[in-house]
């Protein structure tokens, strides 16, 4: 079973992402930025829809709605705070499809706007975006704030996934084995 600490033993940047937005999946199966610590909507946001955006581009992610980020400044500035700038360009060049550079919140009028921008317009951009590996500034990102993420975790943590729990489940199997054998 995957722990908080079994996660952070992974090598490869990937896998250490992907295990980590998991576990932040099993506390919080939905994304609500308001109830976010700022680790865990860095995390969340940016592989989700870094993944979004690498399969279907901006217009994917634009017909998306994001409680507690109508206009997706939350979700670009989180790849800002990775350093990841050219995913943030990429951002901010979609923005520019918008009036006020802001994508409305509403979900009909975004898709509305993004349908008079060319093909060739939203290659360009979701092929800035596409040129990076989100896992090589993420996977830095999460090393360097281990203990923030690992307090963040414990904190939210339902008690079926701790590790004292997994530890006195492994020992309640050894004792019903035992028990049995008798």
């Known amino acids: 079973m ?3 600490e079994s996660s952070f033993n992974q090598a490869k940047n990937f896998d250490l992402c992907d295990d980590l937005f998991s576990l932040y999946s099993e506390i919080n199966n939905s994304i609500n930025i308001p109830d976010m610590s700022e ?16 399969n279907g581009g901006f217009g994917y992610l634009y017909c998306a709605n994001i409680k507690g980020d109508p206009h997706y400044h939350l979700t670009a500035e ?17 923005f520019r499809w918008y009036p006020d550079n802001t994508p409305p919140a509403d979900v009909s009028e975004r898709r509305h706007l993004l349908a008079l921008v060319s093909e060739e317009e939203k290659t360009r951009v ?21 203990a923030a993420i690992v307090k963040d975790l414990r904190a939210r943590m339902p008690w079926w996934i701790t ?3 997994v530890r ?7 004792r019903l084995k035992r028990w049995f054998r008798q």
């Open 78 to 94: 989180a790849f800002k705070k990775l350093g990841c700038d050219r995913c943030f360009s990429a951002f901010e060049e979609s």
């Open 2 to 4: 995957r722990t908080i």
């Open 168 to 174: 006195w489940r492994y020992a309640l199997g050894q």
């Open 163 to 165: 590790r004292r729990f």
């Open 39 to 54: 680790q865990e909507r860095i995390i969340t946001l940016t592989w989700h829809f870094g993944g979004i955006i690498c």
């Open 126 to 146: 979701g092929s800035m975006f596409w040129s990076v590996e989100l896992a090589d500034f993420l996977g830095p990102y999460i090393r360097t704030h281990r």
